[in-house]
């Protein structure tokens, strides 16, 4: 009974285009489900977000590339990133809230005990 599990990562050249799915299991139908990311030598930072109505958010650095959606049917949730950046080569690790709060707040997620984690995938962009 796995509760949070990322696949999809891999190695892609700049420009090119990788789908991350996360099988959220038992927090599938948490209100909001994230994606967050930690490259080498630096700090975990938020990624993008979605509420269980289909609201999402995004960092800065990734709008208009990165779409986040989430699939009922399946309880999967995914990241779409296109026009990658080498500045995108990172370990990317969904979340899940394990109790509800409105609205969504990266900040709460990872709070200790406040957050279900998957182990991550990596992606490497090259040139």
């Known amino acids: 009974q796995v509760r949070m599990v990322e696949s999809g990562g891999g190695s892609v050249v700049s420009g090119g285009s990788l789908r991350l799915s996360c099988a959220a299991s038992d927090y599938y139908s948490s209100h909001c489900l994230y994606w967050f990311r930690q490259a080498p030598g630096k700090e975990r930072e938020a990624v993008a977000v979605?509420?269980?109505?289909?609201?999402?958010d995004y960092t800065d650095s990734v709008k208009g590339r990165f779409t986040i959606s989430r699939d009922n049917a399946k309880k999967t949730l995914y990241l779409q990133m296109n026009d990658l950046y080498l500045e995108d080569t990172a370990m990317y690790y969904c979340?899940?809230?394990?109790?509800?709060?409105?609205?969504?707040?990266?900040?709460?997620?990872?709070?200790?005990?406040?957050?279900?984690w998957g182990q991550g995938t990596r992606v490497t962009v090259s040139s």
């Open positions: 979340a899940a809230d394990r109790a509800d709060r409105w609205p969504c707040d990266y900040n709460y997620v990872t709070q200790p005990g406040f957050g279900a």
């Open positions: 979605i509420d269980s109505d289909g609201s999402t």
